[in-house]
Nanobody, 126 residues
C-alpha cells in the first residue's frame, strides 16, 4: 500500500520561496511517477508538476513554468517541489500524487493518479 505525506507548506510573502516535500511509503518508489497538484477554494484541482520514475523527466504547468522545480531522491523515497518567485495566485492546498502506470499523455490529469496525500497549505501574501 502506498502512502504519501506532504510537508513544507506555510505562509510566505510574494516573491519568496518554499520547498515542499512528499515522502513516499511503499515499495518500488522508482517505478512511480510523482505529481504535484494544487487546489484553491472554489477551483478545480490544477496540475503543477510531475516527475517520471523511469527517466526523471519533468513536466510543468504553464502557470509555474520557470518558477517551480520538481526533483526526486530515490534513495530517500522523497519528491520535492522548489517554489520560487511565489505569487499570491499560487495560494492553494498542494497535493502530492503517485501512480506507476501513467503514460506521458496522462501525466497532467488528476484522475489518472491512484494515490494521494492529504495536502499542505501554501499561502502567499501580497
Amino acid at each position: 500500500q502506498v502512502q504519501l505525506t506532504e510537508s513544507g507548506g506555510g505562509l510566505v510573502p510574494a516573491g519568496g520561496s518554499l520547498r515542499l516535500s512528499c515522502k513516499f511509503s511503499g515499495s518500488n518508489f522508482r517505478s512511480y511517477t510523482l505529481g504535484w497538484f494544487r487546489q484553491a477554494p472554489g477551483s478545480e484541482r490544477e496540475f503543477v508538476a510531475c516527475i517520471k520514475g523511469s527517466s526523471s523527466s519533468t513536466y510543468y504547468g504553464d502557470s509555474v513554468k520557470g518558477r517551480f522545480t520538481m526533483s526526486r531522491n530515490n534513495a530517500q523515497n522523497t519528491a520535492y517541489l522548489q517554489m520560487d518567485s511565489l505569487k499570491a495566485e499560487d495560494t492553494a492546498v498542494y497535493f502530492c500524487a503517485a501512480d506507476c502506470q501513467l503514460i506521458t499523455s496522462s501525466l497532467r490529469y488528476a484522475s489518472q493518479y491512484d494515490y494521494w496525500g492529504q495536502g499542505t497549505q501554501v499561502t502567499v501574501s501580497s
